[in-house]
């Protein structure tokens, strides 16, 4: 069909003036170039000269289209007049009168003018039965040819048998009006038999002698067998004609069908650029008469100010040159609709070389431009979200960082990953987490605003582009605003979700001038956000690469550890404050590295989680509690801290019940703590996961109440035995003003309202404890009674009884702040790197030196401008509390003024030495 189209699009002769007004005459032009050739377009005097030669109009005389039609047998019984046999009717009378001796009778008379008054309205009666039944036609043909002829040879019998006439002239008469009888039905066999049959049958009727008759019925033998082959010879040569005509007409049908079919359509224009054909569908399209656009400009019919400048000088300079053009996409001039075309043309000369116009075809472009403009936004914007996809940020990126003027260059890039939504996505199906992600999207772009672009890079990842230069503090605000926006619950399917989000900060030029550069420093600046507690932001700094580096070894070290059985467990009790009695111990994980010594748990759980070794290590220390909890006596419990991501685990009760059997323990010693961010998910599956471990028989606890997204409804629905409240509660709550106190009241007094215990975290003073008694805790876990110990030496402490004594300071030290700040040591110029893990106006617990004998003073640089003084108060481990020498000053929003300055420069490996 293609080929036939092009071929239609190239063709030469351009539409006769005569046959404008008809669409056959339009197709007729289109079908007759069969034996154009088509030539390429070439350049120069002779490349012209070719071209007009390839698009002259030469004629042609054997066009079928141009060929009379052919009628059916059954079309044309008798003709629409006979002028000629009315008037041989007329000239037979009267010359029968002037070669007369005597007049012929009134009847006779009568029958001759009816013959020839009969003959008159042959016309009427022709338009009248041709549309009708084959009846009608018979009925017509006996009215106004058999029966005229009838009568007129009726009528000479007649008058010669009567001696009025001689014989001669009347038989004269008869043969003429017969023979042009026979002309005028010349197409008609079976006409012609009738006819001659009515004329000649008069006179036999007339003498009615044997001879006649016989003669008259041997003739009509003889005319039924030869009308008879005269039809079916006819019949055959119309069959051939009908398929040789169909066989001509075929290329006009098929343009014709291809026109109708909306498929494409067909165009031509004078030398001036005026229609002078239009396939009627366009004229239907532009809602308008095909008559009234014949004379109008061909240009009228697109919308050029809407197909683009490129578009419109294409077009009007091709109309100008007098060059052909192909497939140009244009738009249509119809009103609120947008639709567009794709037009092809090339100019036609006449035999003398002469310009005439343009012939072309188009077609329909709106559905393919609408698949390309979807694609390239495929392309350019992610199809969730409608947010710019990584393509589209890449280039952004690159743009800014391309510019020639350097002062346009600066521009910040924020990395964001949400937090939690895994187990989102996991647990409430991929439905739920692709509805979470679009509402996501919409309140990064409400937050962000105008100040920069929002992309999705996939998953759970977005990017933020500040393309100009953006102070630190506006930054920071900007994260802060993105991070309470995305922290609000969400109604995912009528429940209610909460996830988190982790931003990483990285600014041009300063951490990188390119985007490679740029990206992989904010992705280390994410990192460091969710190993400092998620939920934050970070800026860039250089020592990220090494924690980067640091970070993957340690998951390395840690999947090698599980394998080994390097991991401990220590085992930290749980007092009863109304017995004074140890009722249980709460689990902890302890990984003593066989190089780098005892790692902190907050550096390994998180990666544990992250990379999913947190299922496997986490059944291992389930099954081991369990197994310990068998040596202890039987009135002392074990709690086991149960992540999250274990927790959506659907065979998690299995393993539950599995753990309990081999150790050969009853369930309710075993208490699991699940924190609150178990909730964020879906609530038809917690509610199954609490059904299936309370039939188990184990007891539940709310661990870190308060810290989280805390909603009444949670105690409300799940069977919680036991709400362990935060040491963030307990840590401020014997300062002045502090209302800690009442909080802590409050939730004892819900508990017992609900029947369940309270246990206190982080307890390690005696004024502490003394407040937690008071506000009716009942139970107490923390430094004052014990740290965490190792199996050996909770058996030895239970071998002496259950009984403790609190044992620890007096009275509580200043408000802390948690972090992961890096600083460097100073002792006695030899330098060290350090991390402070906390810190308050008074003190920090500093991250990094081991074994460092208690009294040993240092210069600590908290940040590039600020060093303090201070003296080793106790080291455990890799890790020493520090008291300042003199007390830190806060600004006026309460902020620590020491820790506002950016960190101090890392020492390398080289210089580093270890203290004691």
């Not at 066009?63 to 009379?68: H, K």
């Not at 098929?254 to 002078?276: A, M, P, V």
């Not at 947008?338 to 000369?349: A, D, F, L, M, T």
Request: net charge neutral; charged share 25%; proline share 4%.
């Amino acid at each position: 069909m293609q080929d036939a189209i092009r071929k239609v699009s190239k063709a030469p002769a351009p539409f006769p003036a005569q046959d404008r007004d008809g669409k056959r005459a339009a197709m007729r032009a289109f079908a007759n170039d069969e034996g154009a050739d088509q030539h390429p377009v070439l350049e120069g005097a002779e490349a012209s000269k070719d071209r007009r030669k390839g698009t002259r109009r030469e004629p042609k005389f054997d066009r079928s289209v141009n060929s009379p039609p052919v009628a059916g047998l059954d079309e044309q019984w008798f003709p629409r007049k006979w002028t000629y046999l009315i008037l041989a009717c007329i000239m037979t009378i009267a010359v029968c009168t002037i070669a007369s001796t005597t007049l012929p009778r009134p009847g006779t008379w009568l029958v001759l003018a009816f013959a020839v008054l009969f003959t008159l309205p042959i016309a009427r009666v022709h338009d009248f039965v041709m549309p009708r039944s084959n009846l009608a036609k018979a009925i017509g043909l006996v009215a106004v040819v058999v029966l005229p002829l009838f009568m007129m040879g009726f009528g000479l019998t007649v008058w010669a048998s009567n001696e009025g006439i001689r014989w001669d002239v009347a038989m004269a008469g008869i043969l003429c009006v017969s023979c042009i009888a026979t002309a005028y039905l010349r197409r008609q066999p079976g006409a012609i038999f009738a006819a001659q049959f009515a004329i000649w049958s008069a006179a036999v009727m007339v003498h009615a002698s044997l001879a006649g008759i016989l003669g008259l019925f041997v003739g009509l033998t003889v005319a039924v067998l030869v009308t008879r082959e005269q039809l079916l010879e006819q019949k055959s040569e119309y069959e051939r004609l009908e398929t040789q005509e169909r066989v001509q007409t075929r290329a006009r049908d098929i343009l014709s069908d291809y026109e109708e079919t909306g498929q494409g359509w067909f165009w031509e224009t004078d030398r001036r650029s005026l229609l002078t054909y239009i396939s009627p569908p366009v004229a239907k399209a532009l809602r308008r008469n095909p008559d009234r656009l014949i004379g109008q400009s061909f240009t009228r019919l697109f919308d050029l100010e809407d197909t683009g400048d490129e578009g419109e000088r294409t077009l009007i300079f091709h109309l100008s040159a007098r060059s052909a053009f192909s497939e140009l996409p244009v738009r249509a001039a119809i009103e609120k609709e947008e639709r567009w075309w794709s037009v092809s043309g090339r100019p036609i000369y006449d035999q003398f070389d002469n310009f005439v116009g343009f012939r072309g075809s188009g077609t329909d472009l709106t559905e393919r431009k609408r698949s390309q403009e979807q694609a390239t936004r495929l392309a350019r914007y992610d199809a969730l979200t409608g947010l710019a996809n990584r393509f589209q940020m890449s280039q952004s990126l690159e743009k800014i960082l391309g510019a020639q003027s350097e002062a346009n260059r600066h521009c910040a890039i924020l990395l964001l990953d949400l937090d939690r939504f895994k187990q989102v996505n996991d647990t409430m199906g991929h439905p739920a987490g692709d509805a979470l992600l679009k509402q996501v999207s919409q309140r990064l772009e409400r937050a962000v605003g105008k100040l920069g672009q929002v992309g999705r890079l996939g998953g759970d990842e977005f990017k933020v582009i500040i393309p100009s230069r953006v102070e630190r503090n506006v930054l920071a605000n900007l994260s802060k605003e993105i991070i309470h926006s995305i922290s609000q619950p969400y109604s995912i399917d009528g429940q209610r979700v909460v996830i988190g989000l982790s931003i990483g900060i990285a600014v041009s030029p300063e951490h990188g001038d390119n985007s490679e550069e740029l990206i992989r420093n904010a992705d280390l600046a994410l990192y460091a956000a969710k190993d400092g507690g998620r939920g934050r932001y970070h800026f860039y700094a250089e020592d990220l690469h090494a924690e980067a580096e640091a970070r993957s070894q340690l998951e390395e070290d840690l999947r090698d550890a599980v394998v080994k059985g390097e991991m401990e467990l220590h085992y930290q009790p749980i007092v009863s404050m109304a017995t004074d009695r140890i009722s249980g111990f709460e689990a902890l994980l302890r990984w003593n590295h066989p190089v780098k010594g005892w790692i902190s748990p907050t550096r390994f759980i998180g990666i544990a989680e992250d990379s999913g070794i947190i299922n496997s290590l986490g059944e291992w220390a389930l099954r081991q509690a369990c197994k310990d909890l068998a040596l202890w006596p039987d009135e002392v419990c074990v709690a086991v801290n149960v992540s999250p991501i274990q927790f959506s685990n659907v065979d998690f009760p299995n393993i539950v019940k599995n753990a309990i059997a081999h150790a050969d323990v009853r369930a309710s010693r075993l208490e699991l703590e699940i924190t609150e961010s178990i909730f964020l998910g879906d609530d038809h599956g917690n509610d199954e996961m609490f059904a299936a471990l309370k039939r188990i028989g184990v007891r539940l606890a709310l661990d870190d109440f308060g810290t989280g997204y805390s909603s009444l409804g949670y105690l409300k629905k799940a069977p919680f035995d036991k709400i362990k409240i935060d040491q963030s509660f307990v840590r401020g709550m014997t300062e002045k003003g502090s209302r800690n106190g009442a909080i802590i009241t409050s939730i004892t007094s819900l508990a017992q309202s609900l029947g369940m215990d309270t246990t206190a975290e982080g307890v390690e003073t005696h004024d502490e404890l003394e407040l937690i008694r008071r506000h009716g805790c009942s139970h107490v876990q923390g430094y004052i009674f014990d740290r965490s110990q190792p199996l050996e030496q909770v058996l030895e402490r239970l071998a002496g009884g259950l009984g403790t004594v609190a044992e620890g300071p007096k009275s509580s030290r200043a408000t802390r702040q948690k972090m992961l700040r890096k600083v460097v040591l100073d002792h006695d110029g030899h330098l060290y790197n350090g991390t402070i893990r906390n810190i308050s106006v008074t003190g920090a617990m500093v991250e990094g030196l081991w074994n460092v004998p208690v009294g040993t003073t240092f210069h600590v640089h908290i940040s590039t401008s600020q060093v303090v003084s201070c003296i080793a108060r106790w080291s455990v481990q890799d890790r020493m509390g520090v008291e300042f020498a003199n007390p830190l000053q806060r600004d006026g929003t309460g902020q620590i003024t020491a820790i506002q300055g950016p960190p101090p420069k890392q020492i390398v490996a080289g210089e580093m030495r270890k203290a004691g």
